[in-house]
């Protein structure tokens, strides 16, 4: 296993530590449960929202925490759910009086331990509620999931019902339009390589030199072939065509795009699948809107792979996508 | 060899299309010579900065192509020099009166072809001039190299001067400002893996599974030492030890710091390592100024590994390091 580390059992704690020391006027670490908050949380009459998972996918999900995106992020151990206590004790420093917002990528761990922190934070008298991200189009029922999992297509939950939030809207609102998002948004991956969790020392699934999987999890889980690899190409249209045949219609409709990397893919080739995949959202009529996401935004620790998401916008949409936000994934200069 | 392409000897120009499809209205690409400018270049009376080298660094350089930093980048092949062709292009493309400044790497293949473009543009008329970076404090002499090799250092170049270009300074002023930057600017890296140029097929080196290399250069040019894998905080202690060792007094002063990535690393790592510089530079009385930055700016296709560059900065650094800009690194929101 070869990592940049100090020791497997203590990489989420110094990882969120090295994250409160670069960014320290933007958010703040609560050491205790492994949450990332605001720096200037709670910010009062604003609904907060909190997102979570297992760690491993860097920057999500303590990259997106800042003004106009989340007001704070549960780290889990390596792909591993946080537990409920997490999320109450963020939910404790978060609520500014207007409730919170809980995103949820659709892992039955993630789910459960979500629902029960609501149930925990509306005991104390802090409304909640949230939405189940379920983008991924390429199975259904997977290891770790009951229905389809949620990928990639959570970045832009956050980024639109983040500025959404900042800009007034209330807790119903919120929901109604993570709601719609997550209807409109689908999203497909593949890799090519495996990862190494830290603490597990073997990589989360075996594959050939000349194979790749196609449908792949954020988590190694299985998607729908294993085969040879073929050219960018030939992936790209395979995904696309898995896409755009789902129940979105996308055709003459404005769309995010992002190209996802998983971590190990170089810049490279995401733009060389990009250049493919603006090829055919032009055959098909798909309008790109204002620039594509390239780069490593949900990623699975070292993995070479890249998904594919897309966002069908509307004009309330817009306006927030392209808010202003200020986070530590969304600084780099 | 796993890779997201489609074809090794098309993997460039399919990079610099998908590119220009996701970023039309900051740059473009003139195919013939695999050159990327800025949209609105020759931005008239204003100083034209221009670099390039090798592909498989990305961002590096056509990422930073836009207002605030680069006026056109020159791609070669992986990780070989583009010619004086190529940069003479680039130069009548962006040239708006005021001159053309290239911003070089030094490795002598980049330093030769870059003094031969400026004495072809000299003769059409454009007046030139040229810094040659050697931020890499771990070896002179290297693989491809006499003296120091140039590493992520490049990138504040790019930043500071890019800033001071559309300030309106001029060549001379470009000229002195970027000599100082790099007087000022120190840089060390590692691996712990090796990576795979498309059109060769093979790894750049071999390294067994439980060692790394300190020093390491962005094209698997030997370091300092071939050694057993050790704790991230050890390994960070012996590079900043080197950097903080050299010519440049770091104490006391405020200093831009940077965690580079070089393609395969986790960010989560990335956070692990700046946990330790963060608290080394601490108890050396040295200051970050203003925040970190931590991610990939220079890769290695998908090497695992990462290198810290230090920058002392005066007043006027300061102003141009902090400075907008606009360029597709700079765009993940």
Redesign the interface.
């Known amino acids: 296993m070869?990592?940049?580390?100090?020791?497997p059992e203590k990489?989420v704690e110094?990882?969120?530590?090295?994250?409160e020391?670069?960014?320290g006027?933007l958010l703040r670490v609560i050491p205790e449960v492994s949450v990332i908050v605001r720096a200037d949380a709670p910010v009062q009459g604003k609904v907060a929202l909190i997102s979570g998972g297992g760690?491993?996918h860097?920057?999500t999900h303590g990259?997106y925490v800042g003004p106009g995106m989340l007001d704070a992020a549960c780290a889990g151990p390596v792909f591993t759910s946080p537990t409920p206590d997490q999320m109450l004790e963020a939910s404790k420093a978060v609520d500014g009086g207007a409730g919170v917002f809980y995103v949820v990528k659709n892992y039955t761990g993630d789910v459960l331990n979500f629902e029960m922190a609501g149930e925990l934070a509306e005991a104390e008298g802090i409304q909640t509620d949230y939405v189940v991200v379920n983008d991924d189009v390429s199975v259904e029922d997977s290891t770790f999931t009951t229905g389809r999992r949620g990928v990639a297509g959570t970045i832009f939950v956050h980024?639109i019902c983040g500025a959404a939030a900042d800009d007034g809207k209330d807790l119903a609102g919120i929901k109604e339009l993570a709601e719609r998002v997550n209807a409109n948004v689908r999203s497909m991956g593949m890799a090519?390589?495996s990862c190494t969790p830290p603490e597990a020392g073997t990589p989360i699934f075996e594959i050939a030199?000349d194979e790749?999987e196609i449908g792949m999890g954020i988590h190694g889980e299985p998607g729908t072939a294993r085969k040879k690899?073929e050219?960018?190409?030939s992936?790209v249209d395979e995904m696309l065509g898995k896409i755009l045949g789902d129940s979105v219609d996308f055709s003459g409709a404005e769309v995010a795009v992002m190209i996802n990397g998983m971590?190990?893919?170089?810049?490279?080739?995401?733009?060389?699948?990009?250049?493919r995949v603006?090829e055919v959202l032009k055959n098909e009529g798909v309008n790109v809107y204002r620039?594509?996401?390239?780069?490593?935004?949900m990623?699975s620790?070292?993995m070479?792979?890249?998904s594919i998401t897309l966002l069908k916008l509307d004009e309330e949409m817009k306006g927030y996508l392209t808010a202003p936000?200020d986070?530590a994934?969304?600084?780099?200069?």
């Open positions: 070869k990592k940049l580390i100090n020791a990489v110094e990882m969120l530590r090295g994250m020391q670069a960014h006027g760690s491993g860097e920057p990259g980024k090519l390589t030199d790749m690899i050219p960018a190409d992936i971590g190990g893919t170089p810049l490279m080739e995401l733009y060389v699948a990009y250049a603006a620039m594509p996401y390239i780069g490593d935004y990623t620790l070292e070479a792979g890249f936000c986070v994934a969304g600084r780099p200069f």
